[in-house]
């Protein structure tokens, strides 16, 4: 994964109660510290600051980089988050991703199979 960078967009992965911040909540970077830290900005509609925060790498995960202007893949946004989730939380994530494919096969041998009766 790539270090977050300056002006990069984050989503909050922890409620930050004492500033009013829940997870999901989404800022950017403005600065990075020198300790693995970075100063996030939470603004509201209107770009008013709601907080800053002080925030380690766990808490967070890139959404959107500066540098490149452009989201960052949902595989490595996937990744970003597994690596903060237990082991038996992964494996629960894991068996969830299999019943996705699984029920999209399935979907497509039906789609096929009723475009094959459509065509005689």
């Not at 990075?32 to 970075?38: A, F, G, L, R, V």
């Not at 967070?60 to 452009?70: D, G």
């Amino acid at each position: 994964m790539t270090k977050p960078e300056l002006f990069d967009t984050v989503e909050l992965l922890v409620d930050l109660p004492e500033q009013g911040i829940r997870q999901g909540a989404v800022g950017a970077i403005v600065h990075c510290y020198s300790d693995n830290t970075y100063e996030v900005e939470f603004t509201n509609e209107d770009g008013e600051t709601l907080a800053l925060c002080t925030l380690s790498p766990d808490q967070f995960i890139v959404v959107w980089r500066a540098k490149t202007k452009k989201w960052v893949p949902i595989a490595e946004r996937i990744e970003a988050l597994m690596s903060h989730l237990s082991e038996e939380a992964a494996e629960e994530v894991l068996d969830f991703a299999r019943f996705l494919h699984m029920r999209k096969q399935r979907s497509l041998v039906g789609r096929k199979a009723t475009i094959k009766e459509a065509l005689g």
